[in-house]
């Protein structure tokens, strides 16, 4: 990241990669090291284009959610379950 810091390929690169990043973590439970990893940078304080660079990391690494695979949940499930009385 910091060899192409300040192009427009990298502030393009950052901006769609954190975005999908926080779209995962939207989505999906952080996994234990991602958890960890974030918690003790952001009790030091850390800046933001750092945990912006964390983040991005352990995203492109695939550590940073546990992502479930939805392909093998088709089976239906009761959502909410409503009783009526007349």
């Known amino acids: 990241l910091t060899t192409l810091e300040g192009t427009?390929?990298?502030?393009h690169h950052?901006?769609?990669?954190?975005?999908?990043?926080?779209?995962?973590?939207?989505?999906?439970?952080?996994?234990?090291?991602?958890?960890?990893?974030?918690?003790?940078?952001?009790?030091?304080?850390?800046?933001?284009?750092?945990?912006t660079e964390l983040v991005i990391n352990l995203f492109e690494d695939d550590k940073l959610c546990i992502v479930h695979d939805r392909a093998g949940d088709d089976e239906a499930r009761i959502i909410c379950s409503l009783g009526l009385a007349p």
């Open 14 to 51: 950052i901006n769609v990669v954190a975005r999908d990043a926080l779209e995962q973590i939207y989505r999906y439970p952080l996994t234990e090291q991602a958890r960890d990893s974030l918690n003790r940078q952001l009790r030091t304080g850390v800046r933001d284009e750092e945990l």
């Open 8 to 11: 427009l390929f990298s502030e």
